[in-house]
């Protein structure tokens, strides 16, 4: 299926420093993510006009929102609407049956790449795809992101519906993708209008795990761990 998509348009460094930062960005803020600002700012400097601008948005809104409040922020916007859900499979298949395999799906991509995650993590959510995208496989990666193009194209309108200091952040992850295509937009259509499926059921082996805010990396014995971050200076 990739070799009938358009190739990046972004060297792959510039594709590493979007995907890194914004996966960063889009995890729980915390003390740690304060803290790498001036990283980020700094990375973002390197990257075309529009996409560097959009992590510079968010970055200000970061270094000038009280922590406590951005926290409250994020799970009003992430945790209580179906709508800018973080959880890639979600939108094509709700909380289905076929969930499960299209998670399953993830995971193995993970696995041909030689990464492995914790049980603990699912493997569909965006901060996860994104730094796997990163530092595992680009190629794997960005096919992951559009295989799932409509429900990225809907959080990215939803996050901007609502003026979500978090918006400009999915506007720089889909200018690293092609734009969409006829289908794909009658998808985003249809999920407008219908949302996601409803059918609410187990999806063993990935029933209920804790995706704990902030946990964006794997522990376990026999793990290769997806590195993060992985530009210069970052665990500084």
């Known amino acids: 299926m990739s070799g009938r998509r358009p190739k990046p348009t972004l060297p792959p460094e510039q594709l590493t420093i979007v995907w ?3 996966s960063l960005l889009l995890d729980y803020p915390d003390e740690a993510l304060v803290a790498r600002t001036d990283l980020l700012h700094s990375a973002s400097r390197g990257l075309p006009a529009d996409i560097g601008g959009s992590i510079r948005t968010f970055l200000a809104h970061l270094g000038s929102t009280p922590l406590p409040e ?3 922020d994020y799970v009003e916007t992430f945790d209580t609407r179906r709508r800018c859900n973080l959880f890639l499979t979600y ?3 709700g909380d289905t049956r076929k ?3 299209a998670l399953l799906r993830f995971k193995q991509t993970y696995l041909s790449a030689g990464f492995e995650l914790d049980d603990a993590e699912l493997p569909d959510h965006l901060c996860v795809v994104l730094e796997f995208a990163a530092t595992g496989d680009q190629a794997l990666g960005r096919d992951l992101m559009l295989d799932h193009r409509a429900g990225l194209e809907l959080l990215r309108l939803s996050l901007r519906d609502m003026s979500s200091p ?7 992850v889909t200018a690293t993708l ?3 295509r006829g289908d794909e937009r009658d998808a985003v259509r249809r999920l407008a209008a219908e949302g996601p499926p409803e059918e609410e ?3 063993a082996p990935f029933a209920a795990p804790q995706f704990s805010p902030g946990a964006a990396t794997a522990a376990g014995s026999g793990s290769t761990l997806l590195p993060m971050p992985s530009f210069p200076g970052a665990r500084a």
């Open 99 to 101: 969930r499960g395999m």
């Open 91 to 93: 939108f094509a298949h």
């Open 70 to 72: 951005l926290q409250a």
């Open 20 to 22: 890194q930062s914004v």
């Open 201 to 203: 059921v187990g999806l």
């Open 178 to 180: 092609p734009p969409l």
């Open 166 to 172: 978090w918006a400009p952040l999915l506007d720089a």
